[in-house]
């Protein structure tokens, strides 16, 4: 895993320009932390940070072959298979790398070999003899790839960093990207908060040349019919489990695992463990200190037991080394770790103190290894959030998590934000058109029943809306330590697959993600195959609250010096610094506040121009 950038340039000799193209490197060191290096041509630079993991001896980047020179970030598990047909047809390697496999597929099979890949990846490759950039993204956006249009070309990154060291690019807010960040939603227009800067989608690639920017998908779900009875979708589930688990636990570097207890994890554990005959598989959890007995399922809905025990008995069950990381307040509170996170991001978007554990998470992982095993996706894939199950939520015209919230009486992340920067961003307009768009973009299956046909929406939504924020936070946090964090659940060819098994197969009996749980029976003890939702642990400590609180009232009272003063609706943000407001708390309730804490802190580090919102 590795960090890219580069500049286009067909109106200028971008030779001259390599301090701004090191610039732009070096601000990818953190995901790249072992290696780096630019490649400059007249109308084209390439930078690369490099995290090494397959073949730390090899795969120096950018990478030429040929015509083809390569900036890359990620994983293609099948580069073996690749590797062995492109050998076939002539071709000879000089590194045992997946990098030297995704450059001569390009020299070989020109464009069309994106869809040939299977991986996590975000690259670029300048072709030397056409003067043509191409740049992709994997087709569920695990790793992020963003570009910034010029008059005469492109600049591009794996972070908005990369692209914001170059001088043409512009720091001014985007009003439409603004109100995605309000709802803690990606934009699928590809709009970022910085006007001009855009995102690639997943399931996109772009080529640039003299003529412009074209941009093409690639990929997208489809509607098939599911021929397969219930025993055979079973064994598929398993089959295509145990492909994915093996393929993914390929690594030159020391390569642990995230357990949770819950049954996602659990089950990548254990086919980890039964893959991995050569050392001792190594886990790792989150602790909340002092907390760790104590749920809030009534305040969300969705955190309803206590991970310990569930651990306790997976480690026990498949013989894993087991560290819990254990985090206090203090740490989430930490002005400089907040920082890091923030500048992780390089936007305001967050998850709060989720995204804060995580990183202090991810900081104790990268002490023990470089590559680790997540299992996120599996909610997404497989069915397994309560508002599947919710016919009220279903009702509501719109996200079906946020109708989830909207039920529970939870107040909106804008909710702190003025009337004024609510109207100017068209935010409650873009609420019910985000999700209308969403429902237009589902694929349909003639025959299908009325309740397959909402469930396919609903799981629409949930994998191309909901799990972009999670997968962006995985890899955002990971990456800032120069960590690779692996989603098997996010294998596209599980999703094909799982996209098309009806409902009724996907739960049965009253019991949510059925299928991977049949699919796992002989893996793991049955009360942890048995155990309910539970999601990634918030902190319950009322400090953290007090701390946002404080941070609050610093922004009243200093008045002009805090530029978010002159967008929020003061006398709501003066009711939860009294404590006055009627939401009270909770792990939901308390991200408004986080949201303006955030959006805050986000202007003043990146100098943003926010004129446009007043």
Known sequence: MCGITGWVDFGADLRSQRATVEAMTETMALRGPDDGAVWLSPHAALGHRRLAVIDPAGGAQPMVRGAAVLTYSGEVYNFRELRAELEGKGHRFTTNSDTEVVAVAYTEWGEDFVSRLNGMFGFAIWDTEKEELLLVRDRVGVKPVYYYPTDQGILFGSEPKAILANPAARRVVN??????????????????????????????????????????????????????????????????????????????????????????????????????????????????????????SAADGLRTTEDGPFIEQVVKHVGCLHESVAVDTRGLSDPDVRRQVLGAWDLPNHLGDMDVSLYLLFRAVREHCTVAISGEGADEVFGGYPWVDDQKVLDIP?????????????????????????????????????????????????????????????????????????????DRMSMALGLEVRVPFCDHRLIEYMFNVPWSMKKRNGTGKWLLRSAAGDLLPESVLQRPKSAFPATLDTGYDDMLRTGLKRILDNGDDEPIRPLINAEAAQEVVDGTDSAGGGTWNRLRTESLLRANAWIKEYQVDVSPLY
């Not at 307009?429 to 309740?451: C, F, I, K, S």
Request: no cysteine.
């Open 398 to 474: 719109i996200y079906p998590w946020m109708a989830f919230q909207v039920l529970r009486g939870t107040p909106g992340p804008f909710s702190l934000f003025s009337s004024d920067v609510i109207e100017r961003t068209g935010m409650m307009e873009r609420l019910g058109g985000m999700y209308n768009e969403g429902l237009a973009e589902v694929p349909r299956l003639d025959g299908e029943t009325p309740e397959d046909a909402r469930m396919r929406e609903v799981n629409y939504l949930d994998l191309t809306r909901f799990m972009r924020a999670l997968l962006d936070r995985k």
């Open 175 to 296: 009003p439409d990207g603004f109100a995605s960040f309000l709802m803690l939603q990606a934009n699928m227009a590809g709009t970022t908060l910085f006007d001009g800067m855009r995102e690639l989608q997943p399931g996109e690639y772009l080529k640039v040349s003299r003529n412009g920017i074209d941009k093409r998908r690639y990929w997208r779900l489809e509607a098939r019919p599911h021929e397969d009875d219930l025993d055979t979708t079973v064994a598929k589930v398993r089959s295509l489990m145990e492909d994915i688990v093996e393929r993914q636990l390929v690594s030159d570097v020391p390569l642990g695992m995230l357990l949770s207890g819950g049954v996602d994890s659990s089950v990548l554990t254990a086919l980890a463990a039964r893959a991995n005959t050569k050392d001792v598989l190594h886990s790792f959890s989150i602790d909340f200190v002092g907390y760790s007995d104590s749920f809030d």
